[in-house]
């Protein structure tokens, strides 16, 4: 088996002392439930009372974050939108898309970033603003690794242009000279302010040029004297050259251009004509990338990654991405302290420095407390083409393990269940697998979210899950008396005991109250009547009451002796129909013919032949009724049987 990459942290459970009882747990999804159990170590006695609470020990908080939702539900349609990429074009051809596609990734973070700031400044919870300085930390790294990758493994922007990607990567996440210089330009005299220069030198490390002369300009004008002092430097600054790719000029070109650009600068220096400012002396070292100068300006770059990026700038412009490791692993050893071990992000940045994308997913994997960040960069590297060589030894492929995982945490959230949906969709392997055993878990409080869940298994032909979810909605109706409800979900199960059963309810039901409840269900059941026997006797006899009350009498008649001849009617209903056929046996017109009333009196020969003898357990009352109707419908078929007879008689006469 192979060894965990760092120790496991310990999580403690309040209430709950492992050390003294023995504990029993269940895995979840997302979580995993914990408690004290009864078991005793031999040679032990129990010790003190135990514990009945249930604890719910949690991975992933963040879910839970009203926040941080609206980075799953915005990264979501992100998602799928690059799934639906054609994977017929070329890639070239396809590489614009990916790089807009990351970047809309990376602006939903700091949207949720600056969203959170706000909130941590404004609560006065110190404990939550506490938490949401956290997750600012979080995803601040986050968004760093992320443009890092953009820049080095989707961008993939060749030699020249590498170092003008780096420059904008570090300028973005090291914003804090903005702001100071903004402290500085507020104040009456910006040249006297305490920061002035730190501002300026911070500029030139940024390679941000325009902004430092812009600022050396106000220091020159209170200084007359050191006037060509302050023009040569601006010159320097103004004449170093940046590399276009758009322009026709060829790399080999720039290159000549910089080396006499850095000639210049070293010849200022040589000539000491800095000398009498020793600001501008430490400005002209860094544009000379030394190397003393630039660390001993280790609390303005504040970053191993920041001195990286600048001494390339003023060292090797043209670095080409196979050399950066050899560069970054150089600054790292010389920025950091050599006695403490680096920190996670740093051996993230390090390992994507050296273009070893996977142990970039792994570290993220271990140091961040959700699966959002790796599954989605995974998702979009994989569609770059940039991890097909990597399948692992359980079946999946990294991109697919990954977004089961993020998938199946999301589950456990009474909404984000719903986004879980499309990311199983996209996990070829075993998405589906993952998505019929997680539907079957999502609690149905209510019949809005169980029609949600039915028609999710619908579309994907779910039909286990389908008959599974129609199941238990129709038995919890039927529970709370609900028979219309219980059979439209029978229906859709295509349940055909369970239609039974409620068919049965329902004709009870009509017999206890003379009248039938739910009847736009019945009247509109149409083929699905077909389900069962019963179901289609119930709709049957509802369309002979409907006959019946709109005066079709003849129609009405026919039908329910068919009910009967045809054996649809359960005997122990026939009673129930004969006693309906009364009426159109008393009326004044002729409703049954002689061949009908015959029929009437087989079915009613071949019920009452059975019960010749009386039921002991049967009320004396009720024996009574019912002889009492077997006697009038016997008086009442003789009577429309004469009169049929006489009437056929005279009609053939």
Not at 3 to 30: A, Y
Not at 261 to 275: G, K, R, T, V, Y
């Amino acid at each position: 088996m192979e060894e965990v990459d760092v120790e496991p942290t310990i999580t403690l459970i309040p209430g709950i002392n492992s050390q003294r009882k023995h504990l029993g747990f269940v895995w979840g999804p997302g979580d995993i439930l914990v408690y004290e159990t009864q078991h005793k170590a031999a040679g032990k006695q129990p010790v003190g009372p135990s514990c009945q609470d249930v604890q719910v020990v949690r991975k992933d908080e963040d879910i839970y974050s009203p926040i941080l939702r609206k980075l799953f539900n915005e990264s979501h349609h992100i998602f799928v939108g690059l799934q639906n990429i054609k994977d017929d074009l070329p890639s070239k051809n396809k590489k614009p898309q990916f790089v807009s596609i990351s970047k809309n990734y990376r602006s939903i973070i700091r949207a949720c970033m600056e969203e959170l700031q706000q909130v941590a400044v404004s609560t006065r919870d110190p404990t939550l603003a506490a938490q949401y300085g956290n997750q600012v930390s979080i995803l601040l790294a986050v968004e760093l690794i992320w443009n890092l990758c953009e820049v080095l493994f989707i961008d993939a922007a060749p030699a020249g242009s590498l170092l003008l990607h780096l420059l904008d990567w570090v300028r973005l996440h090291k914003a804090e000279v903005d702001e100071k210089a903004r402290d500085v330009l507020r104040c009456e005299s910006p040249t006297r302010h305490q920061f002035f220069w730190d501002v300026v030198v911070s500029f030139v490390l940024q390679g941000r040029m325009e902004e430092a002369r812009s600022m050396l300009a106000k220091q020159a004008t209170l200084q007359p004297a050191a006037q060509g002092m302050f023009k040569r430097m601006d010159n320097l600054l103004a004449k170093m050259p940046i590399y276009n790719p758009g322009s026709t000029q060829t790399l080999p070109e720039f290159e000549m251009k910089w080396r006499q650009w850095h000639e210049e600068c070293d010849a200022c220096l040589q000539d000491n004509s800095f000398a009498s400012s020793p600001h501008l002396e430490t400005i002209c070292k860094i544009l000379l990338g030394d190397d003393d100068t630039l660390l001993e300006q280790k609390e303005l770059l504040g970053t191993w990654y920041h001195y990286v990026v600048t001494r390339l700038l003023y060292t090797h412009p043209t670095v080409k991405p196979i050399d950066l490791h050899y560069y970054a692993q150089m600054c790292m050893d010389r920025f950091l302290d050599s006695r403490s071990p680096p920190e996670p992000l740093d051996s993230i940045l390090l390992a994507a420095f050296e273009f070893d994308l996977h142990q970039v997913i792994k570290d993220c994997s271990i140091a961040l407390n959700n699966w959002w960040f790796v599954a989605h960069l995974t998702d979009l590297l994989d569609h770059c083409k940039l991890l097909q060589s990597h399948n692992l030894h359980f079946g999946s492929n990294l991109r697919e393990f990954l977004l089961l995982e993020y998938a199946s945490g999301l589950f456990t959230h009474h909404s984000l269940w719903q986004l879980a949906v499309d990311y199983f969709d996209h996990c070829q392997g075993f998405g589906r697998t993952y998505l019929e055993l997680l539907m079957e878990r999502v609690p149905l409080d209510t019949e809005r979210k169980a029609l949600k869940v039915l028609r999710i298994c619908e579309k994907r032909q779910m039909n286990e899950q389908v008959r599974s979810i129609c199941k238990i909605m129709a038995m919890r109706a039927l529970r709370n008396n609900r028979l219309g409800s219980a059979l439209s979900w029978s229906i859709r199960a295509k349940d055909a005991a369970f239609a039974t059963l409620i068919s049965e309810r329902f004709l009870q039901d009509y017999c206890s109250h003379g009248q039938f409840s739910d009847l736009d269900l019945i009247d509109n059941l149409g083929p699905a009547m077909l389900l069962s026997d019963r179901l289609t006797f119930l709709g049957k006899y509802r369309e002979f009451h409907r006959l019946y009350g709109e005066k079709h009498f003849t129609e009405a008649a026919k039908l329910l002796l068919s009910l009967m001849t045809a054996k649809i009617a359960p005997q122990s209903f026939w009673m129930n129909l004969l006693t309906d056929a009364l009426p159109l046996l008393e009326q004044k017109e002729v409703i049954f013919s002689v061949d009908q009333t015959h029929e009437l009196m087989y079915c009613l020969e071949e019920l009452t032949s059975g019960k010749t003898q009386s039921n002991p357990d049967r009320p004396m009352q009720e024996e009574d009724l019912e002889t009492t109707k077997i006697e009038l419908l016997r008086l009442a078929l003789a009577r429309n049987l004469a009169m049929a007879i006489v009437k056929e008689g005279t009609v053939e006469a």
